[in-house]
DNA sequence: CAACATGAATGACCGTCAGTCATAATTTTC
DNA sequence: GAAAATTATGACTGACGGTCATTCATGTTG
């Protein structure tokens, strides 16, 4: 009796291909220029078929975006698997992330766009839930490594892991989110490039929470 | 003849109080879920009207916005005008952008939300035009400090203040947005204080950035 | 195999809303 | 005070998110 089986392997495999096809139409107009209907079509269903899979098309738009944090989370993972001193595993985090940035930006972008508090009104609980399940998994990754960073005494005992997890987070975002936005008019009229902004506030971030003995193998670690 | 003088501040007046409405609206549903009937409703004028006055909901968006911007000019002006060492200044700076996010929230919203890709279709040129001036103002207020405290010997030579402004700024900005996202779930299930993260986050970049000399007088005149 | 049952898929339809435009009201000009 | 010019109106349009009565495909039963 492999039947009902089959049908919900056929179910989850729908599922995905309507991500996908969401997927694509997101990437190309983002949540608010994308239509069902365009939807629909690049599905190759019909509209009211979406609604039985998603609830919605902000539903959907998260269905996308916690594929993105998969893939985020599976970059982290594997800095943090690496077999490397862990000031250099830190420093490979924040290169990660760029890295993820500048591969993924479509995913990124969605990043900054969820948060928007008007979006949240026709969502159902468990993809709302599963987002923010997603999320903390890449958090834990980010406050694991420092705290083994300050267990290994090469970040101060001082720093509250959760703490610098937050700062060294939101800055890196702070600084691509600008990147995003207007990368050619800092570099082309102000002279500045982004890129380089964003290392050395990771670095001087950094620097301010290594312990003194750390700092030199730091340096050559990073810069 | 002041007749067409009196006209156009009459004219003047009405797009005054059409964005007072806006802005009533706006703040309270924010982008989306505001429609123009309401704010044609709050502001007593029907909704073709509205559209003599401003091209699009964007674009009222944006005058709203361009208000916001100027609040925080003024602040800004005002600690620059301050008669103090320049070090304190810098750092009343950061202060005056932490007080326009607690006390200006809603705007502060409005330029995270700005940068919206989808939201630039059917806005003006002259409005797009008004907001980078406005912004550019505000930019060149950080810039100059920097400028003025790299001058002055406070902070290193080698820093270029653009960079360092984007740099905090930026970095402030996203803490900022966490703050606002979810200050709570970090004060509560992380127990983080997002506010203490975002003056860490400050000391350590402004510390990596002054001259030896200079960083007893910073400790004392901030932290 | 035919009658029936199940649930997946459809697309016409509904309500809402940004934006338009023909018409009306008001003000200015002569 | 009539013609002209300017300003205001709100019914209307098209687009879009979401719904639902109906159709269709597949599996079950006698």
Redesign the pocket.
């Known amino acids: ?1 492999g ?1 009902t089986e ?2 919900e392997r ?2 989850e495999h ?1 599922r995905e291909e309507i991500i996908d096809a969401a997927q694509t139409i997101f990437f190309q107009k983002g949540l ?7 939807i ?1 079509e690049a599905a ?10 998603y ?5 959907l738009y998260l269905a996308v975006l916690a594929r993105g944090m998969d893939i985020l989370y599976d970059m982290f993972s594997t800095v943090v698997a690496e077999s490397e001193p862990i000031a250099k595993k830190i420093a490979h985090l924040l290169d990660a992330y760029l890295r993820y940035f500048k591969e993924q930006r479509n995913y990124f972008r969605m990043f900054f766009f969820f948060d928007n508090p008007q979006v949240h ?2 969502v159902s609980e468990e993809m709302l839930q599963a987002c923010a399940t997603h999320n903390m998994k890449v958090w834990n990754i980010v406050i694991g490594l420092i705290r083994e960073g300050i267990e290994e005494g090469v970040i101060d005992h001082s720093i509250d892991p959760k703490q610098a997890a937050v700062i060294l987070w939101a800055s890196s975002s702070g600084l691509m989110r600008q990147m995003d936005r207007e990368d050619h008019y800092w570099s082309d009229v102000m002279g500045v490039n982004l890129e380089e902004a964003l290392r050395r506030a990771n670095a001087m971030i950094l620097a301010s929470m290594m312990t003194e003995g750390a700092k030199t193998q730091f340096r050559e670690a990073v810069v």
């Open positions: 009796m039947i089959r049908k056929e179910k729908r608010q220029l994308a239509t069902m209907d365009e629909a190759e269903l019909s509209k009211g078929t979406l609604y039985l899979y609830k919605s098309k902000e539903d009104k026709q």
